[in-house]
């Protein structure tokens, strides 16, 4: 009952209202100069210094999914779990690589999405709209499982009910603050309210992993129990350590995640907001702090084994509900006060992705979409106002995902949408470093990418929850004729079509001459600076010189 956690729940809904104040107030916060345009309202007037984007990028990466989800792989199927922590730690030095150069190029055209810079670069407003879906399609179930992070923590304080209103409402009141400050603030709200979610979260962490190996026995013990734990399991993968069956599956989801990680438009759209080069060459050197952060979080799902902890009951007769394994470990080992502020963390952990996530689909949708296809001749200050009504519908869409369907769902769903992003990679991050790929070619590529995903994850089928198709991302090889219990993560698989399409048809259609458009960047778009004089929007640039190779 709610009333046995009370002291929690205040706690809890203090800090909640104390963020969101500060979402309100940060619409006047760093004096924007007019929020009726896309770079104020959608980008925070690209004008965020290194610590304000350390702790939007951040908060934007390590999500309150990420919180209670990584623990509960842990806990369920132990080494598995600890896929996120290489794959955060792999993906700096590789965007290092490519996000001075986008944000450069964005700089100078005025980019906000990556599918500005795809209609720019290969001159083919239909592979802006494959980027540009392909975005938005992926980052609402996201969106979704920052509720599923929100309702793990409401179901753990007893504030959810039976009925379906009664379970929801505390999301829906939780959402609506959210959508009101994001509508009123726009990327200024998240990045302001980064700064009291990750010191909760640090100190939230700091605080378990060392209170709680002491209560527990020390690590030892705790250790020994989920070895014990996973050696009766009857699942080949289970163990504290990995093992030959799943160690494939293990490298390959590292990697995909990682190439997959800043594809997604409210990765991009953090890194837009910076200053300058500097600002970003300084984060990709700073964020792998956060990794060590992700590997002590990944360890709560052993201390929950250790502490005998025992999921909430799921949605359906008989299930469990693994997101609640973290808030329970808390409910029971934190006294209630400091169990409050772990909560609050979580919540607050689910707002700052959320509003930044809703903001890089509203620009994508009004950018590449309204803008390209709806309204040519929108004006910046109605762009803005598309923007902002499109960030309402896109929370009222994830909302719907919670609501109406089952969590797991949204999960299964979130699986997929790193599958999807994936084929962006091609147009996305190869395109700033060549324009050899021809525009046909890659949509060809896409398409292949994406059917090959689709079938795959069709394939897969989960006999513990009953699911026959999509209950995954882990392709078994067999399935390829292979004799062996080994898997694969199908973005690795399907992104490496989309590649193998995209080269082989640009070599034919080179060879047969067709047209492949104008480049609209040149070469020193790509290393402009804080300061550089911009282009003009609507100006062309000279066809021969924009086709210079990039170096």
């Given at each position: 009952?709610?009333?046995?956690?009370?002291?929690?729940?205040?706690?809890?809904?203090?800090?909640?209202?104390?963020?969101?104040?500060?979402?309100?107030?940060?619409?006047r916060?760093?004096?924007p100069?007019?929020?009726?345009?896309?770079?104020?309202?959608?980008?925070?007037?690209?004008?965020?210094?290194?610590?304000?984007?350390?702790?939007?990028?951040?908060?934007?990466?390590?999500?309150?999914y990420?919180?209670?989800?990584?623990?509960?792989?842990?806990?369920?199927?132990g080494?598995?779990?600890?896929?996120?922590?290489?794959?955060?730690?792999?993906?700096?030095?590789?965007?290092?690589?490519?996000?001075?150069?986008?944000?450069?190029?964005?700089?100078?055209?005025?980019?906000?999405?990556?599918?500005?810079?795809?209609?720019?670069?290969?001159?083919?407003?239909?592979?802006?709209?494959?980027?540009?879906?392909?975005?938005?399609?992926?980052?609402?179930?996201?969106i979704?499982?920052?509720?599923?992070?929100?309702?793990?923590?409401?179901?753990?304080?007893?504030?959810?009910?039976?009925?379906?209103?009664?379970?929801?409402?505390p999301?829906?009141?939780?959402?609506?603050?959210?959508?009101a400050?994001?509508?009123?603030?726009?990327l200024?709200?998240?990045?302001?309210?980064?700064?009291?979610?990750?010191?909760?979260?640090?100190?939230?962490?700091?605080?378990?992993?060392?209170?709680?190996?002491?209560?527990?026995?020390?690590?030892?013990?705790?250790?020994?129990?989920a070895?014990a734990?996973?050696?009766?399991?009857?699942?080949?993968?289970?163990?504290?350590?990995?093992?030959?069956?799943?160690q494939?599956?293990?490298?390959?989801l590292?990697?995909?995640?990682?190439?997959?990680?800043?594809?997604y438009?409210?990765?991009?759209?953090?890194?837009?907001?910076?200053?300058?080069r500097d600002?970003?060459?300084?984060?990709?050197?700073?964020?792998?702090?956060?990794?060590?952060l992700?590997?002590?979080?990944?360890?709560?799902?052993?201390?929950?084994?250790?502490?005998?902890?025992?999921?909430?009951p799921g949605?359906?007769a008989?299930?469990?509900?693994?997101?609640?394994?973290?808030?329970?470990?808390?409910?029971?080992?934190?006294?209630?006060?400091?169990?409050?502020v772990?909560?609050?963390?979580?919540?607050?952990?689910?707002?700052?992705?959320?509003?930044?996530?809703?903001?890089?689909?509203?620009?994508?949708?009004?950018?590449?979409?309204?803008?390209?296809?709806?309204?040519?001749?929108?004006?910046?200050?109605?762009?803005?106002?598309?923007?902002?009504?499109?960030?309402?519908?896109?929370k009222?869409?994830?909302?719907?995902?919670?609501?109406?369907?089952?969590?797991?769902?949204?999960?299964?769903?979130?699986?997929i949408?790193?599958?999807?992003?994936?084929?962006?990679?091609?147009?996305?991050a190869?395109?700033?470093?060549?324009?050899?790929?021809?525009?046909?070619?890659?949509?060809?590529?896409?398409?292949?990418?994406?059917g090959?995903g689709?079938?795959?994850?069709?394939?897969?089928?989960?006999?513990?929850?009953?699911?026959?198709?999509?209950?995954?991302?882990?392709?078994?090889?067999?399935?390829?004729?292979?004799?062996?219990?080994?898997?694969?993560?199908?973005?690795?698989?399907?992104?490496?079509?989309?590649l193998?399409?995209?080269?082989l048809?640009?070599?034919?259609l080179?060879?047969?001459?067709?047209t492949?458009?104008?480049?609209?960047?040149?070469?020193?778009?790509?290393?402009?600076?804080?300061g550089?004089?911009?282009v003009?929007?609507?100006?062309?640039r000279?066809?021969?010189?924009a086709?210079?190779?990039?170096?």
């Amino acid at each position: 009952m709610w009333r046995d956690h009370l002291t929690e729940i205040i706690v809890f809904t203090v800090l909640f209202l104390l963020v969101s104040a500060m979402g309100f107030v940060a619409a006047r916060w760093r004096a924007p100069r007019d929020m009726a345009h896309l770079d104020e309202w959608g980008l925070g007037g690209r004008n965020f210094g290194g610590w304000i984007t350390w702790f939007l990028v951040g908060g934007d990466l390590y999500t309150a999914y990420t919180f209670v989800a990584v623990p509960a792989l842990v806990f369920g199927a132990g080494a598995m779990g600890f896929f996120a922590v290489p794959y955060t730690i792999v993906i700096y030095p590789l965007v290092f690589l490519v996000l001075c150069r986008l944000w450069s190029v964005s700089h100078r055209h005025g980019f906000v999405t990556p599918a500005d810079f795809v209609r720019n670069r290969f001159d083919s407003p239909v592979l802006a709209l494959l980027v540009a879906i392909t975005g938005i399609v992926a980052t609402m179930p996201y969106i979704a499982l920052q509720l599923v992070g929100i309702e793990a923590v409401l179901k753990t304080m007893g504030v959810t009910g039976d009925s379906t209103v009664a379970r929801h409402l505390p999301i829906i009141i939780a959402f609506a603050i959210l959508a009101a400050y994001t509508y009123q603030s726009g990327l200024r709200a998240p990045a302001l309210i980064a700064f009291v979610k990750d010191t909760l979260i640090y100190i939230v962490i700091l605080v378990a992993v060392l209170y709680l190996p002491y209560k527990l026995g020390g690590w030892g013990e705790i250790f020994d129990a989920a070895d014990a734990k996973f050696k009766a399991s009857a699942a080949p993968g289970d163990g504290i350590l990995l093992n030959a069956n799943n160690q494939l599956q293990y490298i390959t989801l590292a990697f995909g995640s990682a190439l997959a990680l800043f594809l997604y438009p409210h990765s991009i759209t953090g890194v837009l907001a910076s200053r300058n080069r500097d600002v970003i060459k300084r984060n990709m050197s700073a964020l792998p702090a956060y990794s060590l952060l992700l590997g002590l979080i990944a360890l709560l799902g052993f201390m929950a084994i250790a502490a005998g902890v025992k999921p909430l009951p799921g949605a359906t007769a008989g299930s469990v509900d693994s997101n609640t394994v973290v808030p329970v470990l808390f409910d029971q080992q934190f006294p209630n006060w400091f169990a409050g502020v772990a909560y609050a963390a979580i919540g607050i952990g689910a707002l700052v992705p959320a509003a930044i996530m809703s903001i890089a689909a509203a620009n994508l949708f009004t950018r590449n979409i309204y803008k390209e296809y709806l309204k040519r001749d929108a004006s910046p200050a109605q762009e803005a106002q598309v923007s902002k009504v499109t960030s309402l519908l896109v929370k009222v869409g994830a909302l719907a995902f919670i609501i109406f369907l089952d969590p797991q769902f949204s999960i299964d769903l979130q699986l997929i949408g790193g599958v999807i992003i994936l084929q962006t990679l091609p147009a996305v991050a190869l395109g700033l470093y060549t324009r050899w790929f021809h525009r046909t070619a890659l949509i060809a590529g896409w398409a292949a990418g994406m059917g090959m995903g689709m079938w795959m994850l069709y394939q897969i089928a989960n006999p513990a929850t009953g699911k026959k198709h999509f209950a995954g991302s882990a392709f078994p090889l067999s399935e390829f004729g292979f004799d062996t219990k080994k898997t694969i993560y199908v973005g690795i698989v399907a992104v490496l079509v989309n590649l193998v399409v995209a080269a082989l048809l640009t070599l034919v259609l080179r060879a047969a001459k067709v047209t492949d458009g104008v480049d609209h960047t040149t070469p020193d778009d790509y290393f402009a600076d804080e300061g550089d004089p911009r282009v003009t929007p609507g100006t062309e640039r000279d066809a021969d010189s924009a086709r210079e190779p990039v170096a």
